[in-house]
């Protein structure tokens, strides 16, 4: 059974920093392209961060340069670095696969930025 945990979410204030954890049990990690979701009241969860088997990267505008995706194999575990946070970062954040047919999603971790 797959399992997937976050952590690290908190309130920040505009400009902060949080860096988020997801461990993963349940599935050979190695092979598997994953990535950050979120979802902000009212509004459809979106990719904020994806990271390849490989360790390849990618990002949508909205985060490009301010979130940094990566990866710990040994500890089955992906990483979300993100600073200069905007108040429209606010959303629960969220770890899976990056396929069309994700896994069970995890509780999240909810990121609040506001003064």
């Known amino acids: 059974q797959v399992q997937l945990v976050e952590s690290g979410g908190g309130l920040v204030q505009p400009g902060g920093s949080l860096k988020l954890s997801c461990t993963v049990s349940?599935?050979?990690?190695?092979?598997?392209?994953m990535g950050w979701y979120r979802q902000a009241p009212g509004k459809q969860r979106e990719l904020v961060a994806r990271i390849g088997s490989s360790g390849s990267t990618n990002y949508p505008d909205s985060v490009k340069g301010r979130f940094a995706i990566s990866r710990d194999n040994a500890k089955k575990t992906i990483y979300l670095q993100m600073s200069d946070l905007k108040p429209e970062d606010t959303a629960v954040y969220y770890c899976?696969?990056?396929?069309?047919?994700?896994?069970?999603w995890g509780q999240g971790t909810q990121v609040t930025v506001s003064s």
């Open positions: 899976n696969t990056i396929s069309i047919t994700p896994f069970t």
């Open positions: 349940g599935i050979i990690f190695d092979y598997y392209n």
